[in-house]
């Protein structure tokens, strides 16, 4: 069981920046894939970016290139997501997920690529 949990989230104003950190546990974390995802009320969970196993593969949604940054720290079991730039429609339920069972080293793309999920973080931006 790989138990995930973000913080980090907040209010800001439009163009300031945010911090998330998300902690996996477990001993395997250094060969995890991981993303963050988002959802507003009423729609999908979308995935943001994600980050290789390896951290050598990002992929990030055109809506937040060269806006917001991922990283991971596998010393500390955690993963990071910089957000600069913030937009009033970059608001929502930050989640990160671990794809524990992700054997390429490349940063999935699917749902169903991630099988733990933490329970989210609010992202509010004001205009």
Request: hydrophobic letters at 30%; proline letters at 2%.
């Amino acid at each position: 069981q790989v138990h995930v949990v973000e913080s980090g989230g907040g209010s800001v104003q439009a163009g300031g920046s945010l911090r998330l950190s998300c902690e996996a546990s477990g001993r395997s974390f250094g060969t995890y894939a991981m993303g963050w995802f988002r959802q507003t009320s009423g729609k999908e969970r979308d995935l943001v970016t994600a980050i290789s196993w390896s951290g050598g593969s990002t992929y990030y949604a055109d809506s937040v290139k060269g806006r917001f940054t991922i990283s991971r720290d596998s010393a500390k079991n955690t993963v990071y997501l910089q957000l600069n730039s913030l937009k009033p429609e970059d608001t929502a339920v930050y989640y990160c997920a671990a794809a524990s069972s992700y054997l390429s080293d490349d940063a999935p793309l699917r749902l169903d690529d991630y099988d733990y999920w933490g329970q989210g973080t609010h992202v509010t931006v004001s205009s």
